[in-house]
Every structure is written in structure tokens, then in C-alpha cells.
């Protein structure tokens, strides 16, 4: 089993120098899927959001849900990598690359691991408005909760 | 042990972490918050609702029924809102 | 509803560039899921494929599907673009890029994009082998039908 | 009519494009296979096993029993492994 790529910091990262990592010189890739999230703003008084997290214990916890994807993919590839600090509209909050032989396990890999990271993986968003009102901790959405649940009914590999 | 907060339990509490010495009758993460909710007015209004809150124990996910046993560290923080 | 991005072309894209097209100055999308497809060579016997396609029908094809995708989904953005000629191994073949407010559309429509182009766009893939030898067209898999069909007993907007 | 074939349909038959008029009796995409088909050993080839070839009109997939109508272009191909 391969050894995922986990990172968690304050700086921004760059998605093809990543993607690049994972597949150069390679020719056994045939399918990457990489998902990058983005702090969104649509009612224009967001300026930013503040991401808070437990040190230690965001990487460790991004590793086990790499681990459990890497046991259920036969993956060639997985970075993941989650920003933290002040996040302004527009900007990079979260990149999972999935790099495996077909496109079926690299999309199921990917997704799974964005399941798993939003309701496991210890990090807290506060916004800051733009007229400078406090603002309020995010609130967890049971969407989540249900989308990450929805993957133990689920057998390991897609029938397809 | 070492007890650490986040986001709006830590903001409640007032304090990121701290270290706290329980009687060795609190043997639960349960017990445990049952113990701080008894601390003063901050500590009771970070644990007023329980199913907000969850527990660590040395950076791992536990359940409410989770020995302490010889934990060296313990976090409270709300439902996670990463990704 | 938005226009699709779609091109059909000899030339190798850039992920990057295409990504920043869709979301750059945007403040409302939340979500990329890019998936890139590369020509994979385990085996070590493979010079190059050779993608012929269908000129004229290979576009109009990929803008239905896209727009289909675009009924069905609440997208932000969507790009595909899709190589023909000599592809060595390595070397990327498609991307799709598919852009929205939140994960679950994206990755559901990127994936149904894939899904679609595999059964749908006209291109065929020959193998020219390393030892100079005539090579085969590669045979559509069953299970590629299979991964299309399944898109039709499911809602349009995934339960989350 | 102009006819166009691709990958093996296209090397079976040896020619990438070509004008045929087909009898006026010829009506559906199967009925100018047939016709095809009879017109020598490449096409027999290229049609033999039916089920493996697909047809457009005008550029858009069809069955084999879509009229052929006033379509300007009918394309043959096998079934397609892009992606």
C-alpha cells in the first residue's frame, strides 16, 4: 500500500504541482481526479473565514481517513492537503488528488475522502464580516453527517 | 492531564487549554464533563448542550463512554466544519 | 443556464489554466472537481495510442452531454476538452472540469461527464506497440456502458 | 449521400469517405447496411458482425431503424472507446 501525501498549513498550495508529484514519470495513472474547495462568499459580506485547528490531531486524523481509503481503492496516489488561518472569498481552503488505474476508484476515493475530512477531520471556520461584526462559528450540516454515512453501505469497489 | 479547547468551547471557557487534575472517581470522558461542567459559569454554558461537544482523547475521536484511564490529553470542540 | 467549455484538440491542455478560467474573481463557487485521463502502459509494450475521432461530431457530441450535465446539475462551470492523434503513454488524453457551489454536484458531474464521453464522443483508440508491430483498436469494455446506464435510475440532485 | 467510416469500419472497407446513392427502395440506417454490405468483400467485412457498428446521421447517434430521410451524411463506426 502506498503512503498517502497529508499536509496540513497556512500557505496556499498549487494544484498542478501536486497533480505533477503524484504522476511524473509514471505510466501506470490513468485517472487522476483532483477536487479543490473553496471558501465561498455569495452574499458579499464575507471577509473572510478563519479556519481554526487542533495541531497534531488534523494531520493524524487526515492520515486515518487516507489509510481507509488507500484499504478500500486499490490507489496509485493521494495527496490531501488543508489549509488553515484566514481564508478570503475566492480562495483555497481544501486539495484531494486520487490518481488509481481507473476513473471509478479515483472518483470514489476522492469524494470519500471529502466526506470523511468535513465531519472527522479536526478544523472549525469562523467568519469575519465585512462590516466588522463579530461573527459566528459555521454550523456542522447534517448533509454532511449523511454523505459520510452513506459510505458504509457502500461496497468497497464500484460494480462497474 | 492536559485539557484543550476549540473554536466556540474554547471562546466559552475562555482559555485554549489548561491542566486539570480530576478526583479518581471520574473515570469517563462523561464523568469528566460532568466534573469541568461544575466549574464555573464558562465551563457550564461550553457544555450546556452535550451533543454539541465533542471529545479527544490523545488525538483520537472517543465516545462519551470512553475511559479516561491514562490519557495524557483531552480536547472539547464542537462538530468539525472543515473541508 | 451557463455555455460548457468544450474543444476538441491535437495540442496537450493545461489544468491549471483552465481551472483559473472558470473560478477566477468568482466568489460563488465552492466546489472543482477536475478529472484528468491519462494513456496508461503497464505492461511496457506500448509506443502510443492513436486517437482518431470524428470531426464536427466529436464537439456537437460532447456539448450534448455537457448540456445535459447542465439540466441536471447546478453548475458554475464546465470544461472538457479531449486530444485525438499520437497520446504516449503518460500523457493526458481528457480533462473535465466541473465547477458549483458544493462537492457533491461537482463530483456527480464530472463523474457523468466521464461516464458519457467514454460511450458517447466519437474517438477511437489504436495501439501502436513499442516493437513496431500492427497494433489493435482498443475494445469498448461492457463496463463502460454499465457506469453510463447506471446514471439513468438516479436523481438528478444526489440525496445529500 | 456522403458516407463516412471510421477506425476499423473505415480500414475494412479501405476508404475514409465516399458519395453513394442508394436505390430509392433503401430507407432505414439497416436497410443501406444491407446494401453496403453487398457491395464487396471490404464492406461485407466491415459489416459483418452488425451489432458492432454504430451509425450517426448528420452527426448524431441513431438506431438501425432510423430513416435516412434527407440526411447529407451517414457515418460508420465502431463502438467508441475515447475518454
Known sequence: ???????????????VAEETRLTQGRRDIGAVVA???????????????????????AEAEIVRVAEAALERWPLMGLTVIHRYGLIRPGARIV???????????????????MDYLKTRAPFWKKTHRVDGAQGDWVEAKASD??????WDAKPSSPAR | MKAVYFAWVRERI?????EITPPASVQTVEQLVDWLAARGEGYAA??????????????????????????????????????
Chains 1, 3 share one sequence.
Open chain 1, 1 to 15: 500500500m502506498i503512503a498517502p501525501t497529508v499536509r496540513v498549513q497556512a500557505e496556499d498550495f498549487d494544484v
Open chain 1, 35 to 57: 477536487f479543490t474547495g473553496l471558501c465561498r462568499d455569495e452574499a458579499g459580506t464575507l471577509h473572510a473565514l478563519e479556519l481554526e485547528h487542533y495541531p497534531g490531531m
Open chain 1, 95 to 113: 486539495l484531494v488528488i486520487a490518481a488509481a488505474r481507473h476513473r471509478a476508484e479515483a472518483f470514489a476515493a476522492a469524494e470519500f475522502m
Open chain 1, 145 to 150: 453527517d449523511a454523505a459520510t454515512a452513506r
Open chain 2, 14 to 18: 475562555g482559555v485554549a487549554e489548561e
Open chain 2, 46 to 83: 461550553a457544555f450546556a448542550n452535550r451533543k454539541s461537544v465533542r471529545a479527544a482523547l490523545d488525538k483520537m475521536h472517543v465516545t462519551t463512554q470512553t475511559p479516561i484511564a491514562s490519557a495524557r490529553e483531552i480536547a472539547f470542540f464542537p462538530p468539525m466544519t472543515g473541508g
